[in-house]
């Protein structure tokens, strides 16, 4: 019953929005009465709260998944660059998105919300310096490479969100040709880092 809950508080928000996501739906959604939903989240904060957490934990489990994929061996900053545009362009960035600005002016929700994403962001980075670091990049230029991609891919997909995303994967690939012309120059001796093209 209680991940039903944070399923159909997930559902809300990306349908209606935080504002728009009320008790009463969710609990509908959910198929579960008031009270029986009180029993496990007393408030729509408590809802909201473990709804976030649980599209952070679901997010580190793909991307982390994704840094060990074949993929990401070949060519790990074109695998990068295709996991990070499908978490930012997906419905769990787009929840969260909901409840940061939320968070603004609601101290409770921020003290859940910036833990979990910190953690989000700290094992992502993590398995992706890894990925990078298999394929010979030195760290610097891998740090480099995933916080640019990371600043432009979500910009893209904030914006996206406005005018359509018919331009997206143009955008990307010309980031990628951007990117080779970047090389780099601290690669591992012996290892040949693939091409970004």
């Known amino acids: ?23 009463a739906e969710i609990s509908a959604r959910a198929g579960v009465s008031s009270g029986a939903r009180v029993h ?7 809802l909201v709260i473990a709804a976030v957490l649980f599209t ?3 997010a580190t489990v793909e991307s982390v998944r994704a840094a ?22 997906g419905s769990r960035f787009l929840i969260q998105h909901e409840v940061i ?3 603004r002016t609601t101290p409770e929700l921020m ?3 910036q833990p979990a994403a910190n953690a989000f962001r700290a094992a992502v980075n993590a398995a992706w310096l890894q990925a990078f670091a298999r ?14 991609t990371v600043v432009l891919v979500r910009g893209l ?17 010309l980031w990628m040709i951007v990117m080779s012309s970047h090389p780099d120059t601290g690669i591992s001796s012996g290892k040949r880092a693939p091409a970004t093209r």
């Open 1 to 23: 019953m209680r991940e039903r809950l944070i399923r159909a508080t997930v559902e809300c928000i990306a349908e209606k929005g935080y504002g728009g996501a009320t008790t």
């Open 40 to 46: 496990h989240f007393k408030a729509k904060l408590d």
């Open 56 to 58: 952070y934990e679901e």
């Open 68 to 89: 060990v994929s074949p993929a990401a061996a070949k060519d790990p900053l074109r695998a990068f660059l295709e996991d990070t545009y499908s978490f930012y362009s």
């Open 101 to 103: 600005n939320a968070a």
């Open 111 to 113: 003290q859940a919300m």
């Open 135 to 148: 394929a010979g990049h030195s760290a610097d230029w891998s740090e480099m490479a995933m916080e640019l």
């Open 157 to 173: 997909a904030l914006g996206s969100s406005l005018r359509g995303r018919e331009r997206d994967a143009e955008v990307l690939r």
